[in-house]
C-alpha cells in the first residue's frame, strides 16, 4: 500500500474537470440485489449520484452514460453528459476528453456512489499540488477497503491508462509511476467510502427509503 499523505497543501488550483461514470439505475448495484429490491438500488443509485453532482457543483463536470433513465435524470437537473463507450475504462477515457475539449488542464474521475461526498473534499483533491515543482501529480483516494479508486486526478495530458476492476488502487498507482507522475495518496473519509457490498450499507444513517430486508440480508451475511 502506498503511503498515505496526512496533510494536504492547498493552493490556487488548476483548471479541473470531473467525470462521473454513470452506467444505470435500474440495473445497478447488483451486489445489493440481497437486501435491496430493484426499485430500492434504482433509488438509491439516483439519490447517491445526486449527492455525487451537487458536491462537484464548484467544477466543470459531465455524466458519462448510455443508459436512457440517467440521460433523462441528467436532463431534468440540466447536467452535461456524454456517451459511455461501454467500460469504466473507457469512460474515464471518455471524459478526459470531454475535459481537453472544454480547455481544462486536470481531470479527476469520481464514483457516483459516495454518500459522503461534499464540495470540501473534492476541492481538497482538485487543489493538492506539491507547489509548482511537480506539475505532472497523481492525486488518488483509496475507497475503505484499500482495493477501489473511487476518486483520481491526473494531468489531461498525461500518458496514463486507467486501470479500473479488481486491485484498481495499486495498479492506478503503478500507472502513474509508469507515466512519471508524482503520487499523492489522500485520506479523506468523505470520498473512500463507497456503497458496493451489502455491509457498506451502514454508512446510509438513517437507511430511509432504503431500509435493509433483514431477512434476505440475515441469509447474505
Not at 95 to 124: M, N, Y
Not at 143 to 171: K, M, Q, W
Request: aromatic fraction near 6%; charged fraction near 25%; include cysteine.
Amino acid at each position: 500500500m502506498h503511503p498515505v499523505t496526512p496533510d494536504a497543501e492547498l493552493l490556487p488550483s488548476t483548471p479541473t474537470g470531473i467525470v462521473i461514470p454513470i452506467r444505470a439505475f435500474t440495473d445497478g448495484m447488483a451486489r445489493l440485489s440481497s437486501v435491496l429490491s430493484p426499485k430500492q438500488r434504482a433509488d438509491l443509485g439516483r439519490d447517491l449520484a445526486g449527492r455525487v453532482v451537487e458536491a462537484v457543483s464548484n467544477f466543470a463536470s459531465v455524466v458519462v452514460t448510455s443508459a436512457p433513465e440517467v440521460i433523462e435524470w441528467c436532463e431534468q437537473i440540466r447536467h452535461p453528459w456524454i456517451d459511455d463507450p461501454g467500460s469504466l475504462n473507457a469512460s474515464a477515457e471518455a471524459g478526459r476528453e470531454w475535459c481537453i475539449s472544454q480547455g481544462l488542464e486536470r481531470v479527476i474521475i469520481a464514483h457516483a456512489d459516495l454518500p459522503g461526498a461534499t464540495k470540501d473534499a473534492f476541492e481538497q483533491v482538485a487543489r493538492f499540488t506539491i507547489r509548482d515543482e511537480h506539475p505532472n501529480l497523481c492525486v488518488a483516494v483509496a475507497c475503505h477497503r484499500n482495493d477501489g479508486t473511487p476518486v483520481i486526478g491526473i494531468p489531461v495530458d498525461a500518458a496514463f491508462n486507467f486501470a479500473y476492476g479488481p486491485g484498481s488502487f495499486e495498479l492506478h498507482l503503478e500507472e502513474a509511476r509508469k507515466s512519471g507522475l508524482q503520487i499523492k495518496v489522500l485520506s479523506i473519509p468523505e470520498l473512500s467510502y463507497d456503497i458496493d457490498l451489502p455491509e457498506d450499507l451502514s454508512a446510509l444513517v438513517p437507511l430511509g427509503s432504503y431500509q435493509i430486508d433483514r431477512e434476505k440480508s440475515e441469509q447474505a451475511l
